[in-house]
């Protein structure tokens, strides 16, 4: 067999992936994580996750990611910084996918797994990246437990904005939600529901135009924000503890759109089969996490959705074999 031929080949390398791959490898698969270009996905910027069951005190993304990543080499697994620009569809002997590198190399396997997670939006602002973790954030979830009593902004009107400004309001002792309208896109429950907390208050038709540190060493912590308010121009800063940014997120799903079945937003759509829950419309090619997911967006989600996607890839190559 040709040493660029494997049983699953699974892109993306954050929970979904990596479970999908322990579970492929125990499986006997030959199986390969092609890592992308942000090997570990997005717990690698957070900071303490404290939802993820198994650490008593709470655990850091990254050394979470490194150790899930050792536990997968540990069993036999190869892991590759490798970034995906396209799969194809062929059939030689039993090999059914080409997976074309950025590189230039093609990897054949007959089965895929994809588990390329999603972006989350940024504003765009400088100190805006060198801030995550430092009082910057896009996963309320993930964070919000670390600004109990502080004062925090979320920025968005969508659903997410406002469930983050709601989870927020249970640590914070209060809560700015900037939108630039003055209508927020949430659903009308969650609309009626936020403007009943008293400590959520609403910033309308204003947008974040720069972010600010306390100093400029490597530990460095936000210090303030400049708002505008694109109505009247007026400009204000607000000393804060908190930037959560939930202006929506995009999934990693562009180099298989000409491959899969997506929804409008760009998730993979998974499902219809009843026998294969994460089987995309693609037999042999699979997907879960969050390029899946758009509700819980979730580590643990990710990871119990991996281990489903690596039993479902198994099952199908073994009644799949020619
Ligand atoms: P979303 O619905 O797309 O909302 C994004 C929000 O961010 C919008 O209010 C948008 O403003 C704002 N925004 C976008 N870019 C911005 C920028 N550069 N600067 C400032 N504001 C910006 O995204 P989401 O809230 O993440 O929700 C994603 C999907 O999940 C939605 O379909 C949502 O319904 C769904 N969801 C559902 C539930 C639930 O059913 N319980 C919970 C969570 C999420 P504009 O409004 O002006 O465009």
């Not at 494997?6 to 322990?22: K, N, R």
């Not at 030959?30 to 996750?49: E, K, N, S």
Request: aromatic share 6%.
């Amino acid at each position: 067999m040709s040493e660029n031929i494997y049983d699953t080949i699974i892109i993306g390398s954050g929970p979904a992936g990596l479970t999908a791959a322990i579970y492929n490898i125990r499986a006997n698969l030959r199986t390969i994580v092609l890592g992308g270009d942000q090997p570990g996905g997005q717990l690698t910027l957070t900071t303490v996750v404290e939802n993820y069951p198994g650490f008593a005190t709470g655990i850091g993304g990254l050394k979470l990611m490194m150790d899930m990543q050792t536990q997968v080499k540990n069993l036999g697994v190869e892991i590759r910084n490798a970034k995906v620009m396209g799969i194809s569809k062929f059939k030689i002997q039993n090999s059914k996918f080409k997976i074309e590198l950025e590189d230039g190399r093609v990897l054949e396997t007959k089965a895929v797994i994809v588990t390329t997670g999603a972006k989350a939006r940024w504003l765009n602002l400088p100190k805006e990246k060198e801030l995550i973790g430092k009082g910057v954030s896009a996963c309320a979830t993930c964070d919000g437990m670390f600004f109990r009593d502080k004062t925090v902004v979320v920025v968005g009107g969508g659903d997410v904005a406002c469930e983050d400004a709601m989870f927020l309001s249970k640590f914070a002792s209060k809560v700015y939600l900037i939108h630039r309208r003055d209508t927020l896109r949430a659903q009308v429950y969650i609309r009626e529901k936020i403007k009943l907390n008293p400590k959520i208050e609403f910033v309308w038709d204003t947008e974040v135009i720069n972010i600010n540190s306390k100093n400029e060493s490597q530990n460095s912590k936000l210090e303030d924000i400049k708002i505008k308010n694109n109505k009247t121009g007026e400009e204000k800063v607000m000393q804060i503890d908190g930037l959560f940014v939930a202006i929506g997120h995009d999934p990693a799903t562009s180099f298989v759109k000409d491959l899969v079945e997506l929804k409008e937003t760009g998730h993979v759509i998974v499902g219809k089969s009843e026998k294969y829950p994460t089987m995309t419309s693609v037999p042999g090619v699979f997907a879960a996490g969050d390029n899946v997911d758009d509700v819980y967006r979730q580590a643990i989600i990710a990871a119990g959705h991996g281990a489903m996607a690596g039993m479902d890839a198994e099952r199908w190559l073994g009644e799949n074999k020619s």
